[in-house]
């Protein structure tokens, strides 16, 4: 079975552009995570979904990250614009239920320069 | 408020030696899991084991094996016998709290390295 699966691994951009990242959780999954991973804060949690539906968004730094969940098998995380702080590994998580354990996707590099 | 605290920030041993990864957690929820994760250099996470705070049982899988002890909040990682392949960056995890509360609280991380 495939994992979960993120686009692109690797992104480059200056300051100032929109960067989007993608993602495509376990097939049958309900939900779906975002976490970030810095040297200085290492790995948290920017946001969850449940059946599609965004339910704990605090993890999420300013305004100029949004993600969204339009079907099951997709999501997307965007910043617009990007800084040079935003530089991190973005991880996308999936998990069969509440209780279930969190699988992750190989993770997408940003650089923001 | 949930934490791990993983104390070693680095080890360091010569292959076959055994090894151990220390975790300790803090929570006030009587129901709570744990789980270890594997960052090799390859950078992906790789889920290794999960634990119930109901379920004490130590587990043991091929040369790994886990120690929970919740008389101490700990959670300890042995590898035996280690191998240059299990060189990579370990985390313990906690998740905790009321249902449908799904935040894993991760360590920061032991950073292991085999030297052959």
């Known amino acids: 079975d495939a994992g979960v699966i993120q686009s692109p691994r690797h992104e480059v951009t200056e300051m100032g552009q929109e960067v989007t990242l993608r993602c495509k959780p376990i097939?049958?999954?309900?939900?779906l995570f975002w976490y970030r991973q810095t040297m200085m804060r290492g790995l948290e949690l920017l946001i969850y979904?449940?059946?599609?539906?965004?339910?704990?968004d605090s993890g999420m730094p300013e305004d100029r990250f949004s993600a969204k969940m339009p079907n099951a098998s997709f999501s997307t995380l965007k910043i617009q614009p990007s800084e040079p702080r935003d530089s991190a590994v973005y991880f996308c998580?999936?998990?069969?239920?509440?209780?279930?354990?969190?699988?992750f996707g190989p993770g997408t590099r940003l650089t923001v320069l | 408020a949930q934490k791990v605290t993983q104390a070693q920030t680095e080890i360091s041993v010569v292959e076959k030696e055994d090894v151990t990864l220390d975790c300790v957690y803090e929570?006030?929820?009587?129901?709570?899991?744990l789980f270890w994760y594997k960052q090799p250099p390859s950078g992906e996470l790789v889920f290794l084991i999960r634990?119930?705070?109901?379920?004490?049982q130590n587990e043991i899988s091929g040369r790994y094996s886990w120690n929970f002890q919740k008389s101490t909040s700990s959670f300890n990682f042995t590898i035996t016998a280690s191998q240059v392949v299990d060189s990579a960056v370990y985390f313990c995890a906690l998740r905790a709290g009321i249902q449908g509360a799904q935040k894993l609280v991760f360590g920061q991380g032991t950073r292991l390295t085999i030297n052959p």
């Open positions: 097939s049958g999954h309900d939900y």
């Open positions: 634990r119930n705070s109901f379920d004490e």
């Open positions: 929570t006030r929820d009587t129901t709570y899991y």
């Open positions: 979904f449940n059946n599609n539906v965004p339910i704990d």
């Open positions: 998580a999936s998990s069969p239920s509440n209780r279930g354990t969190q699988y």
